[in-house]
């Protein structure tokens, strides 16, 4: 219950936010929880809210199209890190609350929300492993400042997902917290400034958008025509693109455009006693813990036909290592009527399977008994498969063979949206060596050229 004195407080506060919590939350602060149990005093909705999504759950009950899956960052294998059990405390920086180290955490304890992470205004929080605040974190400066999100707020973990800048995604990164317009329209400081927030409109906590790569299943969606008219142009002719094109494609002509993503990770690699290497663009191509890479920069996204669903490898599933592996792929076809052309990053690897039952492992690298510790994957596979929940529930299991596949997944491209005068010109896909592979997409040919539409044949 608010004390009286607390209440007094906030009814005398004046317009400014800050005025309250600066009267309120002195301190001191041993560490994040403690924080947290101040700001419960006045907003206990809030942390019950927040431990009701997916920013805290790390999961989402999805529809695949054969199944319905509990899906998010908690259970995915993907092609980057592979997957977070047995690797939370390195994996869970990121996570909206302090102290997740292993499978005991406890999902129910409102003090370990971390309202800070969000709504720092300061610039100077920061989180180490399991979530925790850094010790050298003022924690009572940053407390009296919280304000509303900006994008450097979102930025600390969604530029940086996957174990560094611009790793994961091709349209997030460290560039993107004050774009100019060249590099995004409508992040543009100097323009219309949008916060993460403008478009991924918030309801208790709740934050709409699902990505592709993590929840495939996710339908809440957020597209261009919530702003913008389905027939914005002036021109009917590209008007006419809208049915079967979607936005992106002409206007976000490039991802990665001031830092490098990477593209391509193979874990086959590493542990070799050879030197780390470095590219044109200051990043690693190799290191000893965790392999080859590959970086691009100004990148032409790949094409294909997406409806809004996806389909993604789940924890357990066979796989035939002979094959390209898809962990996470859109959904449509031509002669889908819900689909368009998308533009997409598409992210390809090198992971370790088990060479008997042919399912991916969920590999420990991080932490006692880690591949990063020990250079031995015979090992790391059976601690990350003991540790993994997600593949005892489906009695998958590690034969103690192993050895490595080839994998990609798709992220769909959404930001850095260009100037319409960058936008894509008639000539970039209509032209001998045009972006689109037309036959790919299901066509006899460029529409242009052999007989059909601009529409689907």
Not at 8 to 27: D, I, M, N, R
Not at 215 to 228: A, F, K, V
Not at 254 to 269: F, G, I, N
Not at 359 to 375: A, C, E, H, V
Request: hydrophobic residues 30%; glycine residues 8%; contains cysteine.
């Amino acid at each position: 219950m608010k004390s009286l004195a607390l209440l007094l407080l906030l009814a005398a506060g004046s317009a400014s936010a800050a005025a309250p919590h600066q009267e309120v939350l002195k301190g001191p602060y041993a560490n994040g929880p403690e924080v947290t149990k101040a700001c419960l005093q006045c907003h206990e909705k809030e942390a019950k809210d927040v431990m009701k999504t997916s920013h805290w759950t790390w999961e989402l009950k999805q529809q695949l199209p054969d199944r319905t899956v509990m899906r998010g960052k908690k259970n995915a294998i993907n092609n980057f890190c592979v997957s977070i059990a047995g690797n939370q405390p390195r994996c869970t920086v990121c996570h909206a609350g302090y102290g997740w180290k292993d499978n005991n955490f406890d999902f129910k304890d409102e003090t370990k929300v971390d309202c800070l992470v969000c709504h720092d205004t300061t610039g100077t929080y920061s989180k180490t492993v399991a979530g925790e605040a850094f010790e050298n974190v003022d924690l009572v400066k940053v407390a009296q400042n919280v304000g509303k999100p900006v994008r450097d707020n979102c930025g600390s973990c969604h530029f940086y997902g996957g174990g560094g800048d611009a790793v994961k995604h091709g349209d997030l990164d460290s560039s993107m917290a004050y774009p100019d317009k060249n590099l995004d329209v409508h992040m543009n400081a100097d323009g219309n400034d949008f916060q993460c927030q403008d478009c991924h409109h918030t309801k208790d906590h709740n934050i709409s958008g699902n990505a592709m790569g993590v929840s495939p299943g996710g339908e809440d969606h957020i597209g261009c025509t919530n702003c913008h008219d389905a027939a914005p142009h002036a021109n009917k002719r590209l008007n006419a693109h809208t049915a079967t094109v979607a936005c992106q494609t002409c206007h976000i002509p490039y991802y990665a455009r001031q830092e490098a993503t990477k593209l391509t990770w193979d874990w086959s690699t590493a542990g070799e006693d050879r030197e780390d290497a470095v590219d044109e663009y200051g990043r690693h191509t190799y290191l000893k813990k965790k392999g080859s890479f590959t970086w691009g920069k100004m990148v032409k996204p790949s094409y294909a036909w997406y409806n809004g669903k996806a389909d993604a490898y789940m924890a357990g599933d066979k796989m035939d290592p002979t094959k390209v592996t898809k962990l996470a792929y859109p959904l449509g076809d031509i002669k889908d009527p819900k689909a368009k052309i998308y533009p997409f990053k598409v992210f390809t690897g090198k992971q370790i399977y088990d060479k008997k039952n042919h399912i991916f492992l969920n590999p420990k690298t991080y932490g006692k008994g880690g591949y990063w510790s020990d250079f031995d994957w015979d090992k790391a596979a059976r601690l990350g498969m003991e540790a993994s929940e997600a593949m005892k529930a489906v009695g998958a299991t590690y034969s103690g063979e192993y050895g490595f596949a080839p994998t990609e997944m798709w992220w769909r491209i959404n930001h850095m949206v260009s100037p319409k005068e960058q936008a894509l010109k008639c000539a970039d896909c209509h032209s001998a060596n045009g972006r689109l592979d037309w036959k790919a997409l299901g066509y006899k040919g460029d529409p242009m050229k052999v007989k059909g539409t601009l529409h689907r044949q």
